[in-house]
């Protein structure tokens, strides 16, 4: 079953960040810190965007797309495309899905948005 539940979106923190470092109150290095490990996700697994880096402003940031969950076993913590989620959220039950955005060019990074994910029986969170 796809659908997004539990949804969290990061943006308004991202751009908080941002601001902080174009007013500089925080330094980009203090920012674009994406550890060796992520900057290869977003080489191998990464999906393009078309969105400016917001710190460079030279290249269009990178999404890698973590999954993290108990039912997952080996997959758990690991860097998937967008067209697996389809086919896990078949699969499990529930598990969580983390966007990270990645500039490969200055290593910017910040969560975007979480959101679960699965066949699970859907949230009961609202209804009478
Ligand atoms: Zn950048």
Known sequence: MWSQRRVVDYGLAKRAVVRSVRDGRTLPRDVCDAQPYLLRAARHFGEPTER???????????????VYGDSLG????????????????HDYDEFRVYVV?????????????TYVLGNGPPDLVGQP
């Not at 400016?52 to 973590?66: G, S």
């Not at 997959?75 to 896990?88: I, N």
């Open 52 to 66: 400016l880096c917001p710190v460079c402003e030279r290249e269009n940031v990178t999404n890698v797309t973590y």
């Open 74 to 89: 080996r997959h758990a913590g690991q860097a998937k495309a967008t067209s697996d989620l389809a086919v896990m959220a």
């Open 101 to 113: 955005e990645v500039c490969q060019s200055c290593s910017w990074n910040h969560l975007t948005v």
